[in-house]
Every structure is written in C-alpha cells, then in structure tokens.
C-alpha cells in the first residue's frame, strides 16, 4: 500500500501551492509534499509577475504587453497571457489581503535596500508606501534591527528622485529588547499588544511604538516601518498605530527571515486546507518507481521510505537556492526524477566573469512542452504524468526580470489544474 | 576545463538528507562534545528564528541559530568559550529542524550544546541539576507511583507537599500532577495473556478480513512511559485497532524514550535507556517487527535523536523502523477508506479541538488526524493552529519556566476557546497536559477515536 491521492505536488513554495490550491479547486483529491518549510518565508511577500525584460529593459508598466515579446522558450509563452490573468485571478480570490488587482500596470515599491522595485501584488500593508504616491514619508528604523536603516533608506530613496520628500529617523523599541531580537518576538508583542516598560511604566507596545514615533512626525503624512508589524493581526495593528500617530501607516517588505512571507505562506495554507487538500511537510521527496510513467514516490523519514502514490504529479521543488535543481562539477541535475536539464556542457561556461552579468546559470532548470511536461535530451517527454512548475522550470532569470513569483503562480496554475483534469 | 587542484573531500553541506553521515558519539568513550556537524551549512536566513516558541515571547534567549551553529563558531575561535547557559532554555521542541533551508541538524546541535553544559559547566550539587534529573527521569517517579497509585495521587498533589516542592525545588505548584493509572498498561497486557492473546485476536481479525490467517502482520510497540502509567486506554486503544487489522502485537521490554532527558541534557542517562530500547527493538526488527510508537515524542527520539547522538549497535535499523501508530496504518493498510466508511456514537461522537505537537510537526504528521478524521461521521476534529503548547516535558514544570511555558502556550489557549469542541486532541502526553491546564478540557488520543470507529 501507499498512501494515495489523485494529484500529487512536491514542493511548498508559491508554485507547489498554487498548483495543488488550482488542482484541489478542480476538483481533484490533492496532496501537496514540502521538504522544508516553505520558502516563502525567505521571499519579500511581494509578487511580481515581470518587471524587466530579459535585455534590462524597465521598469515596465503593463508586463501582460510585455509577454508576447519573451523568448520562446519563456515559462510565459508556454503557457500564454490569459493563464497569468487566469492564475493570478486565483491567487486574488486565496489571498483576499493583497492589492493591486485593479489595474494591469506595475506598483511601484520602496524596498528595504532602497531602491523602487515594479511588483503587480503587494500586501495591504505596503500599500501606504506606493512610490507614486505623492505624500511626504517618514521612514522610522529600529536601532536593534541592522537590516533596514532608515536614514539610509531614505537618502537612497530620494536618490532615485521619488515625488516625494522622505526623512529617516531612528529609534529604540519600547522595551529595549535584546539587539539580536527576532522578527518575531517584534510581532507578538504587537499582536499581543502586552505592555513594555517605558521609564518605569508599564504601556502597551502599540501606544508605546506610536509615543516614540510621535515627537519625530513633522508633516508628512505618512509613516513606514520595518515588516515587523504583527503576525496575525497586521492590520489592527496598523490602525491603531495610525490612530495614535495621525498619519498613514505602511510596512516596508523586508529580507529573510520576512513576515509578509509567513503571512502569505499562512494564507495559502488556509486556502489549500480550506479545499481539502492534505499537506506534509518536514521530509523530502528521494525516489521513485516507474518508468514512462511515475507510479509512486519515496518520502524519506530518517531513512524510512514512505511510499505515496498517485495518478498525476507536479515537481515544484524549486531552483538552485530551494535545491530542485542541483549542480556538481559534472553538471547539472535535477536531483528527485533525473529529468534532463540542458546546460552548457564546459562549467566555464555557466556563468559570467561579471558580478551581474548574463549568467547563464540563473536559466538553467528542466526544459518543458507547452503542457509543462518535462522533456529529455531528445525533446521527448520524460514521463508522461509529471508537470512543472516554478522555480525548477529552465528558461528564465527571475532575478533579473523580477518574475519569480509570477513564473510560479502562473506555471503552478496550470500544471495544477491541468493535472487535476487529466486525474479526473 | 578542470580546476589545478583535485577538490577536498570535505562537503561542507553534509549532512543533506539522502547522503551518509557518520553520528556523533558523544558518550562514554570521549567528551568531545562535536558541535560541527552541519554547522557550515548555516548562512543566517535565521529562519529556524521565526520558528522558536521560546524566542518569540522570552526576551533573553537568543534563538536556534545562536544556539547551534554560532556557538560552534564561538567555540572554534575562542578556546575559552563556555555554552552559553541560555541553552538551558531551549525547549526542544524542535521546530527549527522543520525551518532550515539548508539541512542544518540544529536540534542535534542544540542537544550537543546542552551534554557539553550539563556535563561540564553544572554544578551537580545546584537544586537545578538534582530538579531537572528527577524530572527528566519521570519514569524512575512513575514507577514507584505506580505501585501505589492512589496514594501518589494524593500525595503529589497536596498542597502543602507541592509548596514545599517549589521552594526547594523549583517545581512550580501551579501545576497538577497527572493522576496514576490503577493499573498499568503492561499489568493489563499481562493479564489479557500478552502476545499469546494478540496472536490469537489477530488471526482472528484477519479470519474476518478474509486475509491469509498467517500473514506476515506483526508490530512490537513502544508505549512508552505515559500510556503505561498514566493514560493505558491510549496503550489499549492502540492493541485493539491493531488487532482489528490482523496485526499481532509484542509489547517489549522498554525504558524511557530519553525525550526528557535530551532536554534537560542529561545525555548519560538517556544513552542509558537508549541502549535497553536500541536493544530489544532491533531484535525485533530483525525478526521483521515494525517499532510503533503512540507518542510523537517517543517516535522521534527513536527515528531522529538516537542516531543523531549516539552510536549503538543496531540504531540505523530502528529508526528507519519506527513508525508512529496511525502513520503507520496510513501506509500500510486503506486507513482512510475504512474510516470514511465509519462512524461514532457515545462517547466520542465528540467535536475535538485538536492540537499537533511540535514533535509530530517535525515528522510530518501534524495534518494527519484532521486529514483522516476528516470524512468521519458522527466526529468532527477541529485543527487549533500551529502555536507550541509552551509545555515542552519537562519545560513547564520549573518554577522559573512556568509563566513563560503559559505565555507560549496563550494562543493555543484562545484557538481551543474559539473552537467548537469542548473536548481536546493530541498525541503527546504533555501537550495534553498543557491544553487540559489552559482550557479544563478533556484530552483524548487519535488512536481513542480511531478505537471508537472501527473497532467493534
């Protein structure tokens, strides 16, 4: 026996997700396996879908115009304009919180770093910060939290000529938590709102927060933070803070470890329970059995082998950074099915002597059909019931283009569903 | 296209799951405590961070990654460097194994950390060593409680003895402790007629089935401390739906799992019973026995910790053995088509506010009873989300950990508030403890409910 569903997604990213959430929305009985937790929580939270083209050009403003001009073997010609609409119109529907679907154009979003980064989703919190936003900003950094200094911030944002005048202050947080606090220890205070000692008194963290902002509010109009507001109350934490402070409220997305990303991570893992789908997650996908077809795979559980099979499969198992897609000095592979990964056969070749040059390895990953089934070396079909989707999909550079998630909603939509129909 | 020189055979990223890595003999013959392995896989994501209970609500502990691969660093460049005493407050709950991208063994390290302190930097004579020896040897207590069950229940919680107990010795009397079975699993399991009995169920059931009636069905289960002492219907329970479904079942010779000695860093005694365990349950094994453990921290100690810290002759083979009691079904038997198939009345035609364990979290299985009771008619088991319960074993009994064991615990709290069901779920004993503390709710097993739908 093993244990059986009709599709089966390896992977928990934003691909691994979206395409067991289109499969379960099909109709089919999904099971969505994850080595690790989701690395979602590594991402911003943001989503974009194409902010470059593949020569540099950009920011773009509608990237849905600029998909029909993308190489061929481009994730999104695959799999075509209308199934990006399409998957993001799910992702909408699953994460209720996020904004931006009322216009094709790219939002435009200060980032942590700095500089304006052209996104089509972003969470409700970050919507405040828009860059074509005309209000004045405040940006308020934590002492304790090295990764985002706001004066800095604020310099560099200017630097890129932003309508609008932006401060950087810094300050303590209430409490005066230990330098190395985590993200969060930051959250559940606030969420909490349990109360910190300010000069031998005893306040709640959100009026505290607001008190130590409030003297540094000259007149703009709107005030940004690190992404440390609350895990599962971000938004009654923002009111309040606006409340107190007079001004608008936004969270600027932040590096790893991110609380956009666990909240989008805990989001899609609602929507997907919600549709009945089963999750595992903690072990890694090692092996498997058959031969044009996949008639099970082993999970590994400290070297017991968990057999699970099913009629369909998606490996969403990520690129090079999530390992769905590895490399050694002889080359590249993908370590779960072996499926062939095209790529220069001297390793000189894989990458540029240049920093951000056109590193061929950022487009290495399995080569597909227009059904998104992995193909070999001779451009057949590796088997004839295993899709792809996201990261571990050749052909692109997300890095470059801002199209990692995207690439993932889009590509894990429809290898969901279209496994899903094919199980049925 | 080569490089000049051959390539070390050094990979600094074992170990990765699927590659061969040698454990870390850490007793008796050497206290070269090794910190190492894995540590130059860390490049300070800090996501193990996000997933620290104890982080996100103490103030002065420094988190996962500090605990492991910084204090390995710490110790390679200062030869001076203590483990930091804040190792003391990890709970073990293992979480951040779950989190690391990159395949650190963080609990293992954490585990390490905490020998090398206990054994070298604690003072053996300190009211905290002798506290947390007694707890973490919570069989050696139970044992002698058991033997006069009704006494020790009153004895241990009388108010005046537990004040005593907090004073001086530091556990808290805020707690309850858990009543004593008046009769234990394995008084029970003798009585019944022991394997001779299973055997004899078990052919019938597979008579009933229509199977071979001697098929090759046979599991040796690791009850461990709590279902012998404290809670034998879960012991019970698990006996019956095995039969149920043609298995025979042993009951071997067990000690403690060392779950709470890990946690308290008392690894000598832990490798102690680990060897009585390893031992009897690699006989088996070899005898085609799978090892069955009804609590998640049982069948983690047995799959992941044991080889992780020590190395005994036959622990590969029992942790790639060991399966936990309904995950086992799951696999081997249409688990899910007979309970849907199913129905409850009585007492357990219950809405259940379920909790998943952080040790059942790390093997995967924390979805499993609200997957499977899913389709179930008559009982509805209700997911209270992924807050620790704050217990951890032994954690919540010491006096100084009590508030903070609660504060982790608040949101479990508030979600079985918000739940339909007034009865609570979850496979580890302590949880139980914890949500039955917080909330005045009964505790029930999955194997319980399991027990009420399919067995007759």
């Given at each position: 026996m093993a244990i059986e569903s009709e599709v089966l997604v390896i992977g928990g990213g934003l691909g691994g997700l979206t395409s067991a959430l289109a499969a379960a929305r099909e109709g089919a009985d999904v099971r969505l396996v994850s080595y690790?937790?989701?690395t979602l929580r590594q991402a911003s939270g943001l989503v974009d879908v194409l902010g470059y083209t593949p020569d540099g050009d950009g920011p773009l403003t509608d990237p849905y115009e600029a998909i029909p001009t993308l190489p061929a073997e481009h994730p999104y010609r695959k799999v075509g304009v209308q199934t990006v609409r399409d998957a993001l119109s799910l992702f909408d529907d699953a994460v209720p919180t996020y904004e931006g679907d009322h216009t094709d154009a790219n939002a435009l979003l200060p980032t942590h770093g700095g500089s304006i980064k052209p996104t089509a989703r972003y969470p409700a919190g970050a919507s405040a910060g828009l860059a074509s936003d005309t209000r004045d900003t405040l940006l308020v950094g934590i002492e304790e939290m090295v990764d985002f200094d706001a004066p800095h911030v604020a310099a560099h944002l200017d630097a890129t000529g932003v309508p609008f005048d932006v401060r950087g202050e810094t300050i303590r947080f209430?409490?005066?938590?230990?330098?190395?606090?985590k993200v969060t220890r930051y959250a559940k205070l606030l969420d909490t709102n349990s109360e910190v000692a300010v000069r031998g008194r005893m306040v709640p963290a959100r009026e505290a927060l607001a008190q130590r902002v409030n003297p540094l509010l000259e007149d703009e109009q709107r005030v940004g933070f690190p992404a440390i507001l609350g895990d599962d109350n971000p938004g009654a934490i923002r009111d309040a803070l606006s409340d107190h402070l007079g001004v608008d409220v936004f969270e600027v997305p932040m590096g790893p470890p991110s609380l956009p990303g666990l909240r989008l991570e805990d989001a899609l893992f609602a929507a997907l329970d919600e549709a009945g789908a089963s999750i595992e997650t903690g072990n890694p996908v090692v092996d498997f059995e058959g031969e044009d077809r996949i008639e099970k795979v082993f999970i590994e559980k400290n070297g017991a082998r968990i057999p699970n099979s099913a009629d369909q499969y998606v490996l969403a198992t990520g690129g090079f950074v999530g390992k769905g897609v590895e490399s050694d000095r002889e080359g590249v592979y993908e370590p779960v099915f072996d499926c062939h990964v095209p790529h220069a056969a001297d390793r000189y070749d894989w990458f540029e002597g240049e920093l951000f040059g056109d590193h061929e390895f950022a487009r290495y990953g399995v080569a597909t059909d227009d059904d998104l089934r992995p193909l070999d070396a001779s451009d057949d079909r590796e088997f004839e019931n295993l899709r792809a989707a996201g990261s571990v999909l050749g052909g692109y550079d997300f890095a470059a283009e801002k199209s990692g998630s995207g690439v993932s909603i889009a590509t894990g939509y429809a290898a969901g569903q279209r496994a899903a129909q094919e199980a049925r | 296209m080569s490089d000049a020189e051959t390539p070390p055979d050094?990979?600094?990223?074992?170990?990765?799951?699927g590659e061969e890595f040698e454990p870390v003999d850490v007793f008796p013959d050497s206290d070269d405590f090794d910190l190492r392995p894995g540590a130059d896989s860390c490049y300070k994501c800090s996501t193990c961070d996000t997933n620290c209970p104890v982080a996100e609500v103490d103030d002065d502990f420094p988190g996962p990654k500090f605990q492991g691969p910084e204090q390995w660093r710490l110790k390679q460049s200062d030869d001076d460097h203590e483990i930091d005493d804040s190792v003391m407050d990890c709970s073990n709950c293992m979480r951040c194994d779950n989190a690391c991208p990159s395949g650190v063994p963080l609990s293992q390290m954490h585990n390490t950390a905490r020998g090398e302190y206990v054994s070298e930097q604690m003072d053996k004579l300190s009211v905290e060593y002798i506290r947390n020896r007694i707890l973490a040897n919570y069989r050696t207590s139970a044992f002698l409680a058991s033997k006069v069950p009704r006494l020790a229940n009153f004895a241990m919680n009388f108010g005046p003895a537990r004040w005593v107990m907090e004073k001086t010795m530091g556990i808290t009397s805020e707690r309850d402790f858990p009543a004593f079975a008046k009769q234990t699993f394995r008084d029970w399991w003798a009585d019944r007629g022991g394997q001779a009995q299973s055997r004899e169920n078990a052919r019938a059931a597979r008579r009933r089935r229509g199977l071979p009636e001697d098929a090759d069905k046979k599991v040796a289960y690791f009850h461990g401390c709590y279902s012998n002492y404290n809670t034998p219907e879960v012991g019970k329970a698990m006996v019956r739906v095995y039969e149920e479904f043609g298995y025979e079942v042993v009951a071997p010779e067990q000690k403690c799992s060392g779950t709470p000695m890990f946690a308290n860093g008392m690894l000598d005694d832990a490798r102690r019973h680990a060897e009585t365990n390893v031992s009897s349950m690699s006989e088996l094994v070899d005898e085609g026995y799978h090892a069955i453990a009804s609590c998640t921290s049982c069948s983690m100690a047995l799959r992941q910790e044991y080889p992780e810290l020590f190395d005994i002759d036959g622990i590969d083979k029992v942790a790639e053995n060991t399966f936990e009691a309904v995950e086992y079904l799951r696999i081997h038997e249409d688990l899910k088509g007979e309970v849907q198939a199913a129905d409850v009345d009585g007492d357990l035609a219950e809405e259940f506010a379920y909790h998943a364990p952080c040790h059942s979290r790390n093997q995967g299985l924390d979805r499993q009873a609200v997957e499977l009771f899913r389709d179930l008619d008559g009982a509805e088991v209700e997911d209270v989300g992924d807050s620790c319960s704050g217990i951890s074993g032994t954690y919540g009994w010491k006096e100084e950990k009590y508030e903070k064991s609660m504060e982790i615990g608040e949101e479990m709290f508030e979600h079985m508030e918000h739940a339909e069901g007034e009865t609570g779920m979850t496979e580890c004993p302590t949880c139980a403890m914890q949500m039955e503390h917080g909330s005045g709710y009964e505790i029930r097993h999955p194997l319980e409910l399991l027990e009420a739908a399919l067995v007759e």
């Open positions: 690790k937790q989701s209430p409490g005066d938590l230990r330098a190395d606090a | 050094f990979d600094p990223v074992a170990p990765n799951t």
